[in-house]
């Protein structure tokens, strides 16, 4: 039985095995979840979570970064088992069984439901979206305002259309206006590449197009073309909270 709806769940899950285990066994561990990494262990070793159904032992994938270490979480044969990657500050702990699948699913249930959560501390880089995210209010504010990050690490690795542009139909009615932000990471930083802004009310005149597989699985129908976007809509589309600014204050 495939306990995940899909591949974000999956994510989820072996990211709370892969910080219990860190927990237990006395590492400092710090949830980061953007710049391309989930964790921060040690204080200085960046850890992407990789969680399979497969039994691969090792990251096969890309490296968008050589100093990240990939740790695959497998999830097989009803047991969460750790295969961290070569340059991992825990390698040592390769094909450590983290623990029962049935046991450890019960406890991230609980855990995303209960008040008394793993704590995340609200790092420097989750601060600065904040802080974007309360000056696009204030250029709004009379406007019920969605706002919705991406970041990479390249400005020609943005492989898909996010998931949630234009959304479900709950989010369309119960919002005007969406700002999507798109983050570069530089570094240990990250800064704004573009900003795109979208009237719901215009969503019908915007050009969709066919979801990806993985956001087909997910049970969305459409998503926006963003060629057709950047071709048609150019005054739509911002470099800094400035331009937009401008343009609200015209507008």
């Known amino acids: 039985m495939n306990r995940f709806k899909n591949s974000q769940q999956l994510g989820s899950f072996g990211e709370f095995c892969y910080q219990k285990f860190a927990i237990q066994n006395g590492f400092s561990i710090e949830k980061i979840g953007i710049l391309e990494y989930d964790?921060?262990?040690?204080?200085?070793?960046k850890v992407d979570v990789?969680?399979?159904?497969?039994?691969?032992?090792?990251?096969?994938?890309?490296?968008?970064?050589?100093?990240i270490s990939y740790d695959i979480v497998s999830v097989v044969d009803n047991k969460v088992t750790l295969y961290p990657d070569l340059t991992s500050p825990i390698i040592r702990f390769s094909g450590h069984v983290i623990g029962d699948i049935d046991v450890l699913y019960s406890e991230w249930m609980l855990n995303k439901s209960s008040k008394n959560k793993i704590v995340k501390k609200t790092n420097i880089h989750k601060f600065r979206r904040n802080l974007i995210e309360k000056n696009l209010q204030i250029i709004f504010p009379n406007k019920r305002l969605r706002v919705i990050f991406r970041g990479s690490v390249s400005k020609t690795r943005w492989s898909s259309s996010p998931d949630n542009i234009p959304g479900s139909f709950s989010k369309i009615n119960n919002h005007d206006l969406t700002v999507f932000v798109q983050?570069?990471?530089?570094?240990?930083?990250?800064?704004?590449?573009?900003?795109?802004?979208?009237?719901h009310d215009r969503f019908n005149l915007i050009k969709m197009k066919t979801p990806d597989k993985r956001q087909i699985k997910k049970g969305i129908k459409n998503v926006i073309d963003f060629d057709w976007y950047e071709k048609n809509q150019?005054?739509?589309?911002f470099n800094s909270i400035e331009e937009l600014k401008k343009y609200a204050s015209c507008n």
């Open 183 to 199: 983050m570069l990471t530089l570094e240990e930083s990250e800064e704004i590449n573009k900003i795109y802004l979208f009237n």
């Open 39 to 45: 964790f921060v262990v040690f204080a200085s070793h």
């Open 234 to 237: 150019p005054s739509l589309i």
């Open 50 to 67: 990789k969680t399979t159904q497969t039994k691969k032992v090792k990251f096969t994938g890309k490296k968008v970064r050589s100093d």
